[in-house]
């Protein structure tokens, strides 16, 4: 199936998280402009990493309205808020503690205190209680592992195939530690009206092919199957990313 995703192949990695951040500037601007606020899910990985350092710095740092930016994770490993392997301290440490953002308008997943499942639940209620009912943000960053997974959703993952009525779900046994996670849904993705997907790296060029130029008969990966509707869905990959394009 082909996608509607506008594809920008980048000379390297720093070139994708500088295109990132700029976006996310871009956007974040235009919503608050329009409404008054702007709903982003932050990810995990090295190469938004980059963007958020770009983001918490001049001159990046002083174009974005931070006090009407709300922030969410699309995905975040089971593990306290403080955690090394937390997505949220990766944010933190890179952007959080560096921008005037109101403590208020973060909205980390709630892994302390509960199972998976049930911090799955509050999620999207907290979700659904600062965005909306329709819970349409207006942007969801995504990065991609070299299987084609994305946020948290792995390939091979149930969630993938049989449509979920949840928009945020738990995941055991990912294959990529640590095991247990918290992940936005296709559903949820698809219904961003922004998505940015960052990829950069040779090993997952083979992935960036299947995902946006699939072989007749080839299985689809996880981030292949996210196609905001009516939202853009862009794809920012580096030249090693890009390879097989
Ligand atoms: C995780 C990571 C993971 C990451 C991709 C890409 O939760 O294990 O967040 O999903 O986003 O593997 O990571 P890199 O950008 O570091 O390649």
Redesign the pocket.
Known sequence: MTTNAQVQVLPDAAAVAQEAAQRFVALAQEAVARRGQFSAAL???????AMYQLLAQPPLREQVPWEHVLLFWS???FVAPDDAES?FL?AREALLDHIPLPAANAFPVPTIGSSPEAAAMAYAETIAANTGETMVLDLVL?????DG????LFPGHPALTILPSLDVIAVHH?P??PPD?ISFTLPLINRAANVLV????AE?AEAVRQCLRPAAGEAALPAGLVRPRPGTLTWLVDAAAGAAL
């Open positions: 990810a995990g990985g090295s190469t938004p990493k995905d975040e490993r997505n990766l995504l990065g991609m592992g070299p997974h994305t946020a948290s990912s990529k530690p996670r960052l990829a950069t790296g997952k």
